[in-house]
């Protein structure tokens, strides 16, 4: 795939999801889904794996310490965060921003594969998580923890589930 698309939909996103990055390239890396040959063909891995692992624990550091910082107790911040966290919560709030729309693979972004090829986008979402470790790694803990307390954390209230995702 042409690079310049590739960075010209990878900028859209960033404005969609009010983020400035300083460098695409992790964006780029959150939402490429090429799979990785891992000998395993019936649990596909995916180059944003491990991107999404990074960012899953991001997300879980920023949530658990806005929480203590509310003066929540253990077992209300776990309570709290299984519910803000859920893949029902993380998936919704990946509908309501398109950032789906955005994910590709070495031919394809998603509303052009056709369908033998098709982009991975199931309900357990890996986008979210993807761009929450990309924000880190491109712009710091800092400008990640800010860019979860004031766009991304208002969302995952808004769609908070139930415990049961």
Do not use: Q
Not at 35 to 59: F, H, I, Q, R, W
Not at 80 to 105: P, S
Not at 120 to 142: C, T, W
Request: hydrophobic share 30%.
């Amino acid at each position: 795939m042409e690079s310049r698309r590739i960075n010209e939909r990878m900028r859209e996103l960033a404005t969609r999801i009010c983020y400035e990055p300083g460098n695409l390239d992790h964006l780029k890396k959150a939402m490429c889904v090429d799979p990785l040959d891992n000998g395993n063909s019936s649990n596909k891995e995916y180059v944003n794996g491990a991107m999404a692992t990074l960012g899953d624990t991001v997300l879980k550091t920023v949530i658990t310490d806005r929480l203590y910082r509310e003066g929540k107790d253990r077992e209300d911040i776990t309570e709290e965060k299984i519910l803000l966290e859920n893949n029902k919560t993380l998936n919704d709030v990946k509908k309501e921003l398109g950032v789906f729309h955005f994910a590709y693979n070495s031919s394809y972004f998603y509303d052009d594969s056709p369908e033998e090829n098709k982009i991975p986008n199931s309900n357990h979402d890996m986008y979210i998580e993807a761009i929450v470790g990309a924000i880190y790694l491109d712009r710091g803990f800092k400008y990640c923890k800010d860019w979860i307390d004031t766009f991304l954390l208002p969302l995952m209230e808004k769609h908070k589930g139930s415990k049961k995702p």
